[in-house]
């Protein structure tokens, strides 16, 4: 019963250096979410997709990019990474209830 | 602009001792409330959502209740198990997708 499976748990970056943070639901949901969570800010989003094929922009999306790779996968992409997004990245997805999150990717940039 | 905010944002109760926590928001038309408890090191688990003033719903020692500006999250005779941060969420825009915006949450800590 794995439902929303995030991948690195775990990463450390130099600033400029870029990756991938990946996502994979096997709910069959529809719309699948990407958020940041910061001590004393909550969870924010960063982008969204509310069906395979269709991506928008969330809360703060800027040096963010996503891809909805098909039903099941929604990636995040760091192009040039800066030191204000060291953060926890959380993914989640939903049909028509609540959302349902993954364990997070815990993300430091040096 | 949509605002979720949470109080207190840490809490201390000894085993037993019962309390509520509280959300209040400010939304351009309410869709749904949502709660959620997130462990160290894990992400959210859904608890409950509200939909309407005066809905209540309950699971085992937590009960959540809903009026027009807030929303209570009652612990009755609490466990130390129960010690974690609750989240609370407004859902906003009614397309397909459900975007929430978060408070900052509440950390509970139950003392044996």
């Known amino acids: 019963n794995a439902g929303v499976t995030q991948t690195p748990k775990f990463q450390v970056l130099k600033t400029g250096q870029s990756m991938t943070l990946q996502c994979a639901q096997d709910?069959?949901?529809?719309?699948m979410y990407w958020y940041r969570q910061d001590p004393g800010m909550g969870l924010r989003l960063i982008y969204y997709?509310?069906?395979?094929?269709?991506?928008d922009k969330g809360e703060v999306p800027n040096g963010y990019n996503v891809s909805r790779l098909n039903k099941r996968e929604f990636s995040l992409r760091l192009e040039s990474a800066a030191p204000s997004q060291t953060s926890v990245y959380f993914c989640?997805?939903?049909?028509?209830?609540?959302?349902?999150f993954g364990d997070g990717t815990r993300l430091s940039i040096l | 602009e949509d605002q979720v905010t949470q109080s207190p944002e840490a809490l201390r109760l000894q085993e037993g001792e019962s309390s509520s926590l509280n959300c209040s928001y400010t939304?351009?038309?309410?869709?749904?409330l949502f709660w959620y408890r997130q462990d160290p090191g894990k992400g959210p688990e859904f608890l409950f959502t509200?939909?309407?003033a005066g809905e209540e719903k309950e699971k085992e020692r937590l009960k959540a209740t809903l009026t027009k500006k807030e929303s209570f999250l009652h612990i009755t005779a609490p466990k130390p198990e129960d010690s974690a941060t609750y989240l609370c969420?407004?859902?906003?825009?009614?397309?397909?997708?459900?975007?929430?915006?978060f408070g900052s949450g509440t950390q509970l800590t139950v003392l044996p």
């Open positions: 989640a997805s939903s049909e028509k209830g609540a959302q349902h």
């Open positions: 709910m069959n949901h529809n719309s």
């Open positions: 997709s509310a069906s395979e094929g269709t991506t």
């Open positions: 939304v351009s038309g309410l869709r749904g």
């Open positions: 509200l939909y309407s």
């Open positions: 969420a407004v859902q906003v825009g009614s397309g397909s997708a459900r975007q929430l915006t």
